[in-house]
């Protein structure tokens, strides 16, 4: 696409920043337009600024899978994601502070942000209790025993060094009991302060903490805790416990109750979310941030995300097809390889399958950002939601 | 090392060739300098030279395994190998031809040399049953019922366009009666006379066959072979059917008595080996080619060759160490980054870790082929084996 040139060189449309350090807080955010509720801004810390709205790879246990980092920051990506549980689990965040902190441990050095470790404690460990404390847990690698709170998991993230850190919560399965519901938002409110005074202890100048909203699907509830966090005035906010099987659209409803209660001058991020079209349907509600595995996820399943549609390249139709796969993807991977040389590769289980899928994928998620930022700053983002959602839900 | 940068310009030190398509042949041998036995060397193809000795990295399924072609070209291959069995199993050989050969597949414009097919039926196919006509055996993959014969692993071999093919052969396990040896070596005899016939019919201009010398660690059946071979006057001359446990005296003093029966005037190859020691050895007998999954294999196991010797990044003392893997590599992952973060990959058990591993090694190989050709050049090839073999032995 042609506009992709352009995307390039979008931050200069804008007025520079007054320079010196007291000129721009160290960490921050800017708005500098809005088309309808989308939301065309820029989040600043030390370590650079991130352009929103924002797709961040994740980089689980300190890789983004099957990339080189240099691959990562080339595909547009200014933050990845690394997660709290794994790193805590292997190498442990002692020994990665003692070696000089995760950016340098895995050669990022852009920001990073990290989650609490409270969803992966849900969703990953074998036996968990939680208490007032915190959560009791066995490892999946080798069952040795784990506790974290909240102080423990901002410390953890201290030692990490990440810029942009998140307060420690608990997800409950959907779709639960209004009463449990309630009961794991107002734990997680509480765990909000303490996080909020464990990361004045620990944290260094410039990083921030966000709180994250809970209450389920339950519009009251959600709008309580966003109440509740952002009287705790925190530097941004994430909506958590979505996209875990509520579906599209009553995630949709529930970020449109939600984002209402969130001050305008702050990040809104939205955890674990999703595919193109749940992008779009968030930031044209509001929301500026993003993670989620599924570039990388479906890349080394074969599925890529192509400005065409969606391709399956298992499929034994693409095993003589000579053209590449997206055409209109700057992405090396898309163009220089043939969709039956993928197809042989995906079928061998070779490495640079998913190699060359994963590069694909999280190049498409960072154009798709782009244009998104793009089609804020023209005015135009309907236009061009309506029209991409069209082209890129096809099957290809 | 510093001789390196000497060493990316080594080809330029001998005498240009005359220009020209008619001066020089389309596919042929140049031995430039002799150091002992060692031989320095230009195999010539229609897509570009070989410098000898010379290290291709294996491409079994027509992708080196978690490299890019780009990191294979840039580590200094001039030539990759690939494997007749595996896609002639998938993708197929006439589906490659429609296509349009392997080199545009896989994305490798330099030469590839194919192997016949017979170590494979011999290593990995569940049922086979050996005739005077071929190889009837059943796919690893599907167990679907295949036949290999001389006449048909030629023409598999030219419709994947192989610049460098070889004659069909029986590879039997060793240790055996000298009986069954002589009766497979006399057999490969007898299909390398089908393999020339079927390679008159159907190879291209500048296409060479080589024919393989057999007879397991039995001086007089080897000479016998090799002698054939040479009356039957091919391009090259591989020796097969070593490295398959006799271990690394026995292989050495068979190569010994082969080599002086073959020409001076063709490339010699020893397939499937081997350790450096190994290649070392073998080059200073008088070897110019080789092949091996060793760097790529003990890449993805953890295991590294640098200049400093063997590293098993699995090993625990390297989980806090900062240090990179090998400061004289020019491969950016060897100086890049930490040993910690490698065995950080490598426990996990990440992708980014098979990867690095594999681009040290495949590197490490390729450093280690330029080094001996400059001391071939340069006349002190016993010297600089001598203490390179007792550098990269160690244990690091």
């Keep these: 696409m042609n506009e992709l040139d352009e995307i390039k060189s979008c931050g200069s449309a804008f007025p520079p920043e007054p320079a010196g350090e007291k000129a721009r807080p160290a960490f921050g955010y800017t708005l500098h337009a809005q088309d309808g509720r989308a939301r065309l801004g820029t989040v600043h810390t030390p370590r ?6 924002a797709f961040m790879p994740v980089g689980t246990v300190a890789t983004v899978k099957a990339l ?3 691959q990562v920051r080339q595909a547009g990506a200014d933050i990845i994601l690394a997660n709290t549980y794994h790193l805590m689990l292997r190498p442990g965040a002692e020994r990665v502070a003692r070696l000089g902190g995760l950016h340098s441990f895995m050669r990022w050095d852009g920001p990073i942000l990290t989650d609490s470790g409270g969803f992966q404690v849900m969703s990953l460990s074998k036996i968990r209790k939680i208490t007032e404390a915190g959560a009791e847990f066995q490892s999946h690698i080798d069952g040795s025993r784990h506790m974290l709170s909240p102080e423990r998991s901002i410390e953890i993230q201290c030692l990490l060094g990440a810029d942009i850190q998140m307060q420690f919560d608990e997800c409950i399965e ?3 009991e209004r009463r449990e519901v309630e009961r794991a938002m107002e734990l997680s409110l509480r765990w909000a302060e303490r996080s909020k005074a464990s990361f004045e202890r620990h944290s260094k100048a410039g990083q ?3 709180g994250i909203v809970q209450g389920g699907t339950d519009a009251e509830l959600r709008a309580r805790s966003a109440r509740e966090l952002v009287a705790m005035d925190l530097p941004g906010y994430a909506v958590g416990g979505l996209a875990v099987g509520e579906g599209h659209d009553v995630m949709l409803a529930t970020l ?3 984002l209402p209660h969130l001050p305008e001058s702050k990040p809104r991020y939205l955890m674990g979310v999703g595919t193109p079209e749940d992008l779009i349907e968030s930031v044209r509600r509001g929301i500026d941030m993003f993670d989620c595995v599924m570039p990388t996820r479906n890349g080394r399943h074969g599925l890529a995300f192509t400005w065409g549609g969606r391709v399956n390249l298992r499929n034994a139709k693409h095993a ?3 053209s590449p796969l997206d055409p209109e993807s700057a992405c090396p991977a898309a163009r220089d390889y043939s ?3 993928l ?4 079928r061998s289980g070779e490495y640079l399958g998913a190699m060359l899928l994963s590069w694909v994928n999280t190049w498409f998620y960072q154009e798709l950002m782009a244009a998104m930022r793009l089609a804020i700053a023209e005015g135009r983002f309907e236009a061009w939601a309506a029209a991409t959602k069209e082209r890129i839900g096809r099957k290809g």
Tied chains: 1, 2.
């Design 208 to 210: 921030a903490l966000f």
């Design 320 to 322: 003589e097809d000579l």
């Design 343 to 346: 197809h042989h590769l995906m």
């Design 256 to 258: 449109e109750g939600v």
């Design 48 to 53: 650079g600024d991130i352009r929103t709205p």
């Design 174 to 176: 959907l779709p639960a």
């Design 339 to 341: 969709r039956a040389y």
């Design 68 to 70: 080189y980092p240099e």
